[in-house]
């Protein structure tokens, strides 16, 4: 148990710089969110449900974090700060981050069936700080989900998403997109959480920018290669 408890410490301080010691992370909200979710998971399998419910009303009480004792969660799942919101039927797998003000989100079924209403997240995933994911979807293994971006697409593995609604983005690769990369989606070297919606939209840009080089040299090799055609076609 307590190795158990040491490795997952160790996984957590993996993704977050700031605390000196693995038992700094005991104080973190998102640790608390989980280890009482543990407890309200299991009685919600034994069909305790009111007991289940009122371990997860007091843990969004103590820690700003909404989790259904429904949900599934894999290991070293880590939310980092709090207001975060995980619905019934959502599934996550090992090793995946969720920051702040993020939700996994369901829909209504229009047939009164509840059913599968939440999404299903892969190994490695990580979703950044305001991003909804919605419905149930499947969010592949190593897919990172940007700043304040709706998803309500599967989204496929190793892929970046973006915008509203969410669209993948190229992200080229680079050592440092090959490990765990704070909010998921780099743009320099110097990569700075503080700044990070700044950062997306350079990135954003760079692409877009990239891509209608791409765009102007292939119109330009066209007009190349047609316009002898052209003219000997016009002569004739």
């Not at 259904?68 to 996550?92: K, M, S």
């Not at 003000?101 to 209403?117: A, D, F, M, Q, V």
């Not at 950044?128 to 592949?140: M, R």
């Not at 190229?170 to 990070?196: H, I, M, N, W």
Request: glycine residues 10%; charged residues 20%.
């Amino acid at each position: 148990m307590l190795n158990e408890l040491t490795r997952y410490l160790d996984s957590v301080v993996a993704r977050d710089p700031s605390p000196r010691s693995r038992w700094e992370v005991l104080l973190y909200p998102g640790i608390w969110a989980l280890g009482l979710h543990r407890v309200a998971h299991w009685l919600y399998e034994a069909e305790l449900h009111f007991l289940a419910r009122l371990v997860s009303t007091f843990s969004r009480f103590m820690t700003a974090i909404d989790i259904h004792p429904g949900a599934r969660i894999g290991r070293n799942f880590f939310i980092d700060h709090g207001f975060v919101v995980i619905g019934e039927t959502a599934e996550i797998g090992d090793n995946v981050t969720m920051y702040q003000g993020s939700t996994l989100g369901g829909t209504n079924p229009t047939n009164g069936i509840g059913g599968k209403r939440h999404p299903t997240l892969g190994d490695d995933v990580i979703v950044s700080l305001g991003a909804a994911i919605l419905g149930p979807i499947q969010v592949g293994a190593g897919a990172r989900i940007g700043a304040n971006a709706v998803v309500t697409k599967d989204v496929a593995e190793g892929a970046t998403m973006v915008g509203i609604p969410a669209k993948p983005m190229l992200v080229e690769v680079k050592p440092e997109t090959q490990c765990f990369v704070p909010y998921g989606t780099p743009c320099s070297d110097r990569f700075d959480p503080a700044t990070q919606k700044l950062e997306m939209l350079q990135c954003e840009i760079q692409v877009l920018q990239k891509r209608l080089t791409e765009l102007l040299e292939e119109r330009d090799s066209s007009a190349k290669r047609g316009g002898p055609g052209k003219s000997k076609a016009k002569s004739a």
